[in-house]
């Protein structure tokens, strides 16, 4: 099989809100049976068929790169997790929609990951603080994902999107609001479905149609690390990314 071009895609959020069983829904379409702790980073792939159905159609690897949500208050924590958001293509930003923490320290994900997070790890940067200008320049494409949707009280539902709404006018970014084990919410077709194949297609135009010196072509590494679980078992798989999907591990003291 021939190499396909590729980009980079953070999905970043709080542990628990459900980035890993997000991501095995998005690559493998499958709903994830028994979801695990990650701490460092896991990466998994999906095919993106670039402005499907035009003259313009183009397949291309979408990695999507899930890091490992714990907050802690070690400053190394940070600076690991740094190692993950060198030339980045695009970020999609999870929340669990009954938690409304998890919501609030999405400021701090996308500040940290944009190298614009000047506070201490595990600092909420709510709303009431937060400053729309720290991202006036921003060039990353961002999607909003709310997981847990089916979880939210019918009468809470318009209290918990009012709030998401305004989650994505401050992002600038399309909102989508699912329940990770029914893969129906990203049915093709959907309205979620669309504005996931919209956001994809963004990155790769930003990736490789755009002059942005902040898109600049870079080279993945041959190798991946990750721990999956709390116990800290993992296995180690030496393959290039793209070709298959890659696992090393990383411990974290």
């Known amino acids: ?10 999905v970043l959020g ?20 028994n979801p695990s702790w990650t701490v460092g980073c896991s990466v998994d ?46 970020i999609i930003l999870v929340h669990d929609l009954t938690n409304k923490k998890s919501n609030q320290n999405l400021y701090r994900w996308s500040l940290e990951a944009l190298n614009k997070d000047s506070s201490p790890t595990g600092v909420i940067v709510s709303n009431g603080d937060y400053d729309r200008e720290q991202f006036a320049e921003n ?18 539902r318009n ?20 329940d990770c084990t029914n893969p129906r919410y990203l049915a093709a077709g959907t309205s979620n479905a669309v504005k996931l194949s919209r956001f994809f297609d963004k990155v790769i135009e930003k990736r490789y149609f755009t002059r942005d010196p902040s898109q600049v072509s870079f080279a993945f590494p041959a190798f991946i690390c990750i721990i999956r679980n709390k116990n800290n078992k993992s296995q180690c798989h030496y393959d290039n990314i793209g070709e298959s999907t890659s696992h090393s591990k990383i411990r974290i003291q």
């Open 1 to 10: 099989m021939a190499s396909l071009d590729r980009v980079k895609v953070l």
């Open 14 to 33: 709080d542990s628990g809100v459900g980035k890993s069983s997000l991501v095995h829904l998005l690559c493998q379409n499958q709903v994830l049976g």
């Open 45 to 90: 792939v999906r095919v993106q068929d670039y402005k499907e159905g035009t003259p313009e159609e183009k397949t291309y690897y979408i990695e999507l790169w899930d890091v490992g949500g714990s907050v802690g208050s070690a400053s190394s924590i940070k600076s690991v997790r740094a190692v993950f958001y060198n030339s980045v293509n695009g």
């Open 139 to 156: 060039s990353v494409p961002l999607l909003l994902i709310g997981t847990k949707f089916d979880q939210i009280p019918e009468n809470k």
């Open 159 to 178: 209290e918990v999107l009012t709030r998401t709404a305004f989650l994505s006018e401050d992002f600038n970014a399309e909102e989508i609001n699912l």
